[in-house]
């Protein structure tokens, strides 16, 4: 299926350079004939291609985050952990007003575990639309656990966590000398 939509799609891959590229999204649609409120019997495969480009513009810099700690992105027990619209639709709002304030994002916690003034004891969640990875001062590289059932278990994830597995010393090294002098 895919390689039959590269190949129908491959005019909009765009020059190489500046951040572009082809954007395709698999998507599975169920599609059976019923009414109501269950799980369906026929399920469509689409793939949506577009080309595109550095999906945080102007930020070559870093990003200036949000943190969100009125509005949830995700709740424990929910769907979280699951690529569906619901979860993009739930941060819509807040990312608009982040934007309207200047911010490229927000980042989100999990709000049954965070108390005005206590931030250190808050769970720290995802961006809108994407993982986060933090540097600590040390170099090390951390990311929130799926142990909790709120973070997408995505090829993005897996993709950074398997690089830093495979290179942590040179990884390390880099991150300790761009983030040196910085607070």
Same mark, same amino acid.
């Given at each position: 299926g895919i +390689?039959?939509?590269? +190949?129908?799609?491959?005019? !909009?891959?765009?020059?190489?350079?500046?951040?572009?590229?082809?954007?395709?999204?698999?998507?599975? !649609?169920?599609?059976?004939? +019923?009414? =109501? !409120?269950?799980?369906?019997?026929?399920?469509?495969l689409l793939f949506f291609v577009s080309p595109t480009g550095n999906y945080f513009k102007g930020s070559a810099g870093g990003l200036n985050?949000?943190?969100?700690?009125?509005?949830?992105?995700?709740?424990? =027990? =929910?769907?979280?952990?699951?690529?569906?619209?619901?979860?993009?639709?739930?941060? !819509?709002?807040?990312?608009?007003?982040?934007?309207?304030?200047?911010?490229?994002?927000?980042?989100?916690l999990e709000l049954d575990t965070y108390q005005p003034g206590q931030l250190a004891k808050a769970v720290l969640q995802e961006m809108s639309a994407a993982n986060v990875f933090l540097v600590l001062k040390n170099g090390e590289i951390v990311t929130p656990s799926l142990d909790r059932g709120t973070i997408l278990p995505g090829i993005t994830r897996n993709s950074v966590l398997q690089i830093v597995k495979q290179f942590p010393n040179e990884i390390q090294a880099s991150m300790v000398a761009s983030t040196a002098g910085s607070t």
């Amino acid at each position: 299926g895919i +390689q039959t939509v590269l +190949q129908a799609n491959g005019h !909009l891959i765009p020059p190489k350079g500046d951040g572009m590229k082809l954007y395709v999204r698999p998507m599975m !649609l169920g599609s059976g004939q +019923q009414l =109501g !409120l269950y799980p369906s019997p026929e399920f469509s495969l689409l793939f949506f291609v577009s080309p595109t480009g550095n999906y945080f513009k102007g930020s070559a810099g870093g990003l200036n985050l949000h943190l969100e700690t009125k509005r949830s992105r995700a709740a424990r =027990g =929910g769907v979280g952990n699951v690529k569906c619209a619901g979860n993009y639709a739930v941060a !819509l709002r807040p990312l608009l007003d982040a934007k309207a304030q200047g911010f490229h994002d927000n980042l989100f916690l999990e709000l049954d575990t965070y108390q005005p003034g206590q931030l250190a004891k808050a769970v720290l969640q995802e961006m809108s639309a994407a993982n986060v990875f933090l540097v600590l001062k040390n170099g090390e590289i951390v990311t929130p656990s799926l142990d909790r059932g709120t973070i997408l278990p995505g090829i993005t994830r897996n993709s950074v966590l398997q690089i830093v597995k495979q290179f942590p010393n040179e990884i390390q090294a880099s991150m300790v000398a761009s983030t040196a002098g910085s607070t």
